[in-house]
């Protein structure tokens, strides 16, 4: 089983960067990762979007040119560089993995497995 730990979570002010990580139990192979974000009554919306095999990257609108989702060297860490934070970005991030995809990646219904996730809250 894939098991994933979210950290970095903090308070920051508006305008400002940070960054998650994602640790993986094991080398994320040629899986699919993603970085999720769920605010309190909303639904779960699909950010960013990593093929681990070929460190391919897929963004949402929303976040292009603000957030950059990345791997290491081992692929054993997965990141997620926020920048010019807002304060519409305050929710609860999760990483996640999928060993195949269908329609879209940005679907939360193709991950089988999923972070605790970390709160991350952006101050006017």
């Known amino acids: 089983q894939v098991q994933l730990v979210e950290s970095g979570g903090t308070s920051v002010q508006a305008g400002g960067s940070l960054r998650l990580s994602c640790a993986v139990s094991?080398?994320?192979?040629?899986?699919?990762m993603a970085w999720f974000r769920q605010a309190p009554g909303k639904d779960r919306e699909g950010l960013a979007i990593?093929?681990?095999?070929?460190?391919?990257?897929t963004y949402h609108d929303s976040v292009k040119g603000r957030f950059t989702i990345s791997q290491d060297d081992a692929k054993i860490t997965l990141f997620l560089q926020m920048t010019d934070l807002k304060p519409e970005d305050t929710a609860v991030y999760y990483c996640?993995?999928?060993?195949?995809?269908?329609?879209?990646?940005?679907?939360?219904?193709?991950?089988?497995?999923w972070g605790q996730g970390t709160q991350v809250t952006v101050s006017s």
């Open positions: 094991n080398n994320i192979g040629d899986f699919y």
């Open positions: 996640a993995a999928a060993p195949q995809i269908r329609f879209s990646p940005f679907l939360a219904g193709n991950y089988p497995f």
């Open positions: 990593l093929y681990s095999k070929t460190a391919m990257t």
